[in-house]
C-alpha cells in the first residue's frame, strides 16, 4: 500500500513539473513574442547578420531602455554641423555625439546601430543636425548615402569656367552654363555698394571650402561665394584703397594678376608692389597669365592656362593682353585669394619694376630696379 502511495505522488508531482515547464515555455514564448513585437513596432526588424546571442542582448537593451532613443536632442544651435572623418569607429562616432549632445547614450546609440545593421552603413562626411532630432532620426542622416550637405571648393586662381567645371562633380543641382552665363551677366544690383558695380563676378568668388544644402539654386550659390568675398574686405581694407587712389574693382584685377602670377603667399606683397609701380607710371603690365586668360582654353594642354607662351601667343589681339595695352585689363582674369588682395592693399615697398622666375625649380621669383639687371637675371 505504502508502494502504491509514494507512485501516486511522484506522479502528481511529475505532472504539476510538467504542468509548471510548461506554462514557463509558453510564458517565454509570449514573453519573447511580446518583446519582438514591441522592438519590430518602434525599430523595425534587426539586422539578418546579428548572432543569436547578440540579437537576444540588444533585444533586452533596446526593451528596457529603448525608449532614451526617442528624446529630443539638446542642442539649441540651428546650424549645428557634425563631421564624421574617415576610419572613425561607430563607438568613436556615438561618444562624440553624445558628447555633443546630440545623442544621450552612447552605448545605447551604437548598439542600436548593431541591431539594426547600420553600423556598416554609417557615411563620412558632414552632417546638419537640427535641434528637436532624435537618436533615431540621427540614425537615419548619418547612414543616408545621399547627405544634406556637401562640400565645394574652389581653388585660388581660377577662372569663371574652372569653377563651373567642377560642379558636375559636386552634388550641386546646379548647371554649369547657367552658372557661367549668370557670373557674366550679373544683376547690375548684385552688390549694395555703389561704388562696387561690376559687369562681371569674376574675381569676386571667393575661394576657398564651401558647405552646401545640395539643393541651392543658383542664385543663392553666387551670393554665398561673392558675400564671403565681401566680408573680407574691411573697413581698414577700404579706407586703405582710397588711401592709394585706386577703386576696389582695380583692386581686384591687379590681384587677380598677382595670384596667377605666384604660387607662393609670401611673395604676393612683393609681385604686387612692382605691378603697382609700373602700373602708377603708365608702363605697360607685360603679364602672361594675362595673355592665357586671353587665349581661353587650350585643348593640347587640356588647361585654361596656356604654358608656355609662344611669340605668336603674345601678340594676340585682345583687351587683355597686357604686352599690348597699357593700363588694367576689362576685368579680373581669376578669382583672387584674400591674401592677393591684401597684398595689393598692403605691398611691400620698392622699386622693383621687373621680376622673372629662379633657375632653380622653386616657382619662386628674382627681382630687379631696371631693365638691365631683369636681363642679368635670365637662366644660363
Known amino acids: 500500500m505504502r508502494k502504491k502511495k509514494r ?42 547578420d546579428l548572432s543569436r546571442i547578440n540579437r537576444i542582448k540588444y533585444s533586452i537593451d533596446l526593451y528596457s531602455k529603448g525608449d532614451e532613443l526617442f528624446q529630443k536632442n539638446k542642442i539649441s544651435d540651428e546650424k549645428f554641423y557634425f563631421e564624421i572623418a574617415q576610419g572613425e569607429t561607430i563607438g568613436q562616432i556615438a561618444f562624440r555625439l553624445a558628447e555633443a549632445k546630440v545623442v544621450g547614450d552612447a552605448d545605447l546609440f551604437r548598439e542600436y546601430l548593431i541591431y539594426k545593421g547600420y553600423d556598416r552603413y554609417v557615411q563620412i562626411g558632414v552632417f546638419r543636425i537640427e535641434p528637436g532630432i532624435n537618436a ?100 581698414q581694407v577700404k579706407n586703405k584703397i582710397k588711401e592709394k587712389g585706386l577703386t576696389l574693382s582695380e583692386v581686384v584685377i591687379i590681384a587677380s594678376i598677382v595670384e596667377r602670377e605666384t604660387i607662393d603667399e609670401v611673395e604676393m606683397p612683393l609681385i604686387a608692389s612692382v605691378f603697382l609701380n609700373r602700373y602708377y607710371i603708365g608702363m605697360k603690365l607685360d603679364s602672361d597669365p594675362t595673355v592665357q586668360y586671353a587665349i581661353g582654353y587650350n585643348k593640347q594642354q587640356v588647361t585654361w592656362w596656356t604654358n608656355p607662351l609662344s611669340i605668336e601667343d603674345l601678340q594676340i589681339s585682345s583687351p587683355f593682353n597686357t604686352y599690348l595695352n597699357t593700363g588694367l585689363p576689362p576685368g579680373p582674369i581669376c578669382n583672387p585669394s584674400l591674401s592677393a588682395i591684401q597684398a595689393v592693399v598692403f605691398p611691400e615697398e620698392s ?29 644660363q
Open 351 to 379: 622699386n622693383y619694376y621687373y621680376f622673372r622666375a629662379r633657375c632653380d625649380g622653386s616657382g619662386l621669383h628674382n627681382f630687379a630696379e631696371n631693365y638691365d639687371e631683369h636681363l642679368k637675371n635670365e637662366c
Open 136 to 235: 533615431i532620426e540621427v540614425a537615419k542622416k548619418i547612414t543616408n548615402p545621399t547627405p544634406e550637405l556637401v562640400q565645394f571648393n574652389i581653388l585660388p586662381g581660377w577662372r569663371v569656367e574652372e569653377i563651373a567645371a567642377s560642379l558636375p562633380r559636386s552634388g550641386l543641382a546646379i548647371d554649369p552654363q547657367d552658372f557661367i552665363h549668370f557670373v557674366k551677366n550679373p544683376p547690375t544690383d548684385w552688390f549694395s555698394n555703389e561704388e562696387n558695380e561690376v559687369n562681371s563676378l569674376e574675381g569676386y568668388l571667393s575661394p576657398g571650402q564651401y558647405l552646401l544644402d545640395r539643393n541651392l539654386v543658383l542664385s543663392d550659390f553666387i551670393r554665398i561665394l561673392t558675400d564671403r568675398f565681401e566680408e573680407g574686405i574691411s573697413d
Open 7 to 48: 507512485s501516486g505522488l511522484g506522479t502528481v508531482l511529475t505532472a504539476l513539473f510538467l504542468i509548471m515547464l510548461c506554462g514557463l515555455v509558453i510564458g517565454i514564448f509570449w514573453v519573447s513574442t511580446s518583446v519582438k513585437e514591441n522592438l519590430n513596432s518602434k525599430y523595425g526588424p534587426p539586422s539578418a
